[in-house]
């Protein structure tokens, strides 16, 4: 089974604070993609990344950058923290283009 | 931009009721996808519909996808407490590659 993991499950980081997300995948898949989760907003594409240190901005990528460095690994960066980022962050893979994603187990990150 | 509206929000029922889910997308889909997460649990791919009018079935549930392609349902015949959690559509539109646009989700409680 894909194996997608996510570094923290829980965050707390004070406002201005740079935050680093990271997610492993160890299936070898192309595309990988960082979600927010919001009660009643379902979720919503931040960022996702096709290949090797190729990325492009989803529908919400005002405050957020990533990284993808290695083919297994996406980093998602808040370069500078703000209370409106307190969310359920979710990290997905999936191999190709009509191919179903697999989740990460989250990161509810707050923002003090 | 683009919508997946998903309905009801919430809705609670007593076991061995059926249930209902409906998505409605603005814009013709290429596919849709269904995902179910449990409280507490991360999304879990259920399945994808391609073609028109598509029924598909999984034991209890049943997937539908709109002639038009424009909107789909879930149907769970006589819930189990098992079915708790949130049922998420996602639809994919002709020229979104890797975006797939998530409904809010319908968060199903079931009363035994």
């Known amino acids: 089974d894909v194996k997608v993991t996510q570094s923290s499950r829980y965050l707390v980081k004070r406002t201005g604070e740079k935050v680093f997300l990271e997610c492993v995948q160890d299936?070898?898949?192309?595309?990988m993609f960082w979600y927010r989760q919001d009660p009643g907003l379902g979720l919503r594409l931040i960022y996702f990344s096709y290949d090797v240190k190729m990325k492009e901005k989803g529908d919400i990528p005002e405050g957020y950058s990533v990284s993808r460095e290695k083919k297994e690994r996406f980093s998602l960066i808040l370069e500078s923290a703000s209370t409106n980022q307190t969310s359920m962050y979710l990290c997905?893979?999936?191999?190709?283009?009509?191919?179903?994603?697999?989740f990460g187990s989250g990161t509810q990150l707050s923002v003090l | 931009g683009q919508q997946v509206m998903q309905i009801p929000q919430y809705q609670h029922v007593q076991e061995g009721e059926d249930f209902t889910t409906y998505c409605n997308s603005s814009?013709?889909?290429?596919?849709i996808q269904w995902y179910k997460q449990r409280p507490g649990g991360h999304p879990v791919f259920l399945i994808q519909l391609v073609k028109s009018g598509e029924v598909k079935k999984q034991k209890r549930l049943t997937f539908q996808f709109g002639e038009a392609k424009k909107n789909s349902s879930l149907h769970i015949t006589a819930t189990q407490t098992t079915d708790v959690g949130t049922y998420f559509c996602?639809?994919?539109?002709?020229?979104?590659?890797?975006?797939?646009?998530f409904g809010a989700g319908t968060r199903l409680a079931v009363h035994p």
């Open positions: 996602a639809g994919r539109t002709s020229g979104g590659y890797n975006k797939l646009i």
């Open positions: 997905a893979s999936k191999r190709g283009f009509n191919e179903k994603l697999f």
């Open positions: 299936m070898d898949h192309e595309n």
């Open positions: 814009t013709t889909l290429s596919n």
